[in-house]
């Protein structure tokens, strides 16, 4: 049984940081593009970062590039999520993703594995 679970979403002021982890359970991986999305309610669920099987490369949405920075430790099977200067409209329940490809994907319907998401609220 395949699962991600993620973790780290909380309260934070503008220009906080936070650090989001998925972890990852009954796939291989090391063979798995990941990604991570985000949605707040009433708006479609949009992508915010992926990274390749390897690590080697990462795409991140415009809105985060400079702020988010994506990472994977295949060891231990978890993807990471740091986010820095934080935004008020980056208040979201962030879910990751996992697809098995060594490809980039942006539209979630590519994506064949979902964690269950964590909130994140960011106070003006």
């Known amino acids: 049984q395949v699962q991600l679970v993620e973790s780290g979403g909380g309260l934070v002021q503008t220009g906080g940081s936070l650090r989001l982890s998925c972890v990852s359970s009954?796939?291989?991986?090391?063979?798995?593009?990941v990604g991570w999305f985000r949605q707040v309610p009433g708006k479609e669920r949009e992508f915010v970062a992926a990274?390749?099987?390897?690590?080697?490369?990462?795409y991140y949405q415009d809105s985060v590039k400079g702020r988010f920075t994506i990472s994977r430790d295949n060891a231990n099977k978890t993807v990471f999520l740091q986010m820095i200067s934080l935004k008020p409209e980056d208040t979201a329940v962030y879910y990751c993703?996992?697809?098995?490809?060594?490809?980039?994907?942006?539209?979630?319907?590519?994506?064949?594995?979902w964690g269950q998401g964590t909130q994140v609220t960011v106070s003006s």
């Open positions: 009954g796939l291989t991986f090391s063979s798995y593009t």
């Open positions: 993703a996992a697809r098995n490809s060594d490809v980039i994907f942006t539209d979630l319907r590519q994506y064949y594995y």
């Open positions: 990274i390749r099987r390897s690590g080697t490369y990462t």
